[in-house]
């Protein structure tokens, strides 16, 4: 398992600032222990999950781009160029790990792509996984720091969950596009401008 803590505004006050381990360890533990007691307690249904097969990889097809060409990218960065994609290859086959092998049989594809320091933007393709949207928005609360959002384009049942707010561009946003799901994480630019593009070369 892995157990990534999110800290809105980290590195500008934000409340780790000053801790000790063990103070972040403490405050991890009660959700910790609830995620733990709800794996254990699980059913066998609920444990085999994704349940949607993955996508075949087809060698002609460079994923990233086939969802978000280069010009297209450049645009939503805003800038004239931005260099060639790199995203998640297979490893050799001398060299596995439990990360790539569970991101490749579910059809996660990472993508990475800059144009210097100043912008850079990343995006996943969790391929026929849309469904992952849908659990998001539905365990949204009312202390959640993630939203229902709506995009552009988007259409029918598609959803996006995102933490992007007015004044703070680089976000991360979750969304739905047909089948697929769509994860955009941006720390340079706006993260919406790059879901937007996704969405209008697809349709």
């Known amino acids: 398992m892995s157990v990534m803590v999110h800290d809105p505004g980290f590195g500008v006050g934000d409340s780790l600032v000053g801790s000790s381990q ?14 733990f007691s709800t794996i254990a307690n699980a059913t066998p249904p609920q444990l085999d999950w994704p349940a949607t097969p993955a996508r075949a990889s087809d ?10 060409k280069a010009p297209a990218l450049a645009t939503a960065l805003g800038v004239a160029t931005v260099g060639e994609y790199a995203d998640s290859a297979a ?6 790990s439990l990360d790539s092998v569970a991101l490749t049989d579910a059809g996660f594809v990472d993508c990475f792509a800059e144009a210097g320091f100043d912008a850079r933007a990343s995006f996943v393709l969790a391929l026929d996984n849309a469904a992952i949207v849908d659990r998001i ?3 949204l609360g009312p202390n959640s720091d ?7 384009g988007q259409t029918g ?21 047909g089948a697929d ?23």
């Open 91 to 96: 490893l050799p086959s001398d060299i596995v």
């Open 59 to 68: 060698p002609l097809v460079e994923p990233c781009s086939s969802f978000l």
């Open 146 to 152: 993630e939203h229902l959002d709506r995009l552009m």
């Open 22 to 35: 063990e103070d972040i360890f403490a405050k991890l533990n009660p959700a910790a222990s609830a995620v």
């Open 181 to 203: 799901a769509i994860f955009v994480s941006s720390i340079s630019s706006d993260s919406k401008a790059i879901a937007q593009a996704i969405i209008a070369q697809a349709r």
């Open 137 to 139: 928005a539905a365990g």
């Open 157 to 177: 049942s598609e959803k996006a969950v995102s933490n992007c707010v007015a004044g703070r561009p680089n976000c991360d946003l979750w969304f739905s596009l």
